[in-house]
């Protein structure tokens, strides 16, 4: 069983930045993915970015290529989402994630989920 904590979602205006912390804490094996997704009301989560720990992978969705940083504290089991120059179409519910999927995007292969935070950024 793992429980998943997330925090710092808000309002900002476009061009602004937020940083997200998700705490994971139980049942975690060494080799796994911390992942962030987004949803928005009647469209399907999708991934936005993910750490790998052993061994040390990053990966991110194109559309926040460049202004996002992905950032994972080991000995806290925490994981960060630096979110710069954010954009309107940036709006939605941030979760966090945890687990071994084949593919760090597909949010059908992760069975443990935060409760999210929610991100608005106006223009």
């Known amino acids: 069983q793992v429980t998943l904590v997330e925090s710092g979602g808000g309002s900002v205006q476009a061009g602004g930045s937020l940083r997200l912390s998700c705490a994971a804490s139980g049942k975690i094996t060494s080799r796994y993915w911390m992942t962030w997704f987004r949803q928005v009301p009647g469209k399907e989560r999708e991934a936005v970015a993910g750490?790998?720990?052993?061994?040390?992978?990053?990966s991110y969705d194109d559309s926040v290529k460049g202004r996002f940083t992905i950032s994972l504290d080991n000995r806290e089991n925490t994981v960060y989402l630096q979110m710069d120059s954010l954009k309107p179409e940036d709006t939605a519910m941030y979760y966090c994630?945890?687990?071994?999927?084949?593919?760090?995007?597909?949010?059908?292969?992760?069975?443990?989920w935060g409760q999210g935070t929610q991100v608005t950024v106006s223009s």
């Open positions: 750490i790998s720990r052993v061994p040390r992978r990053v």
């Open positions: 994630t945890t687990g071994v999927p084949a593919s760090w995007w597909d949010h059908r292969l992760y069975h443990s």
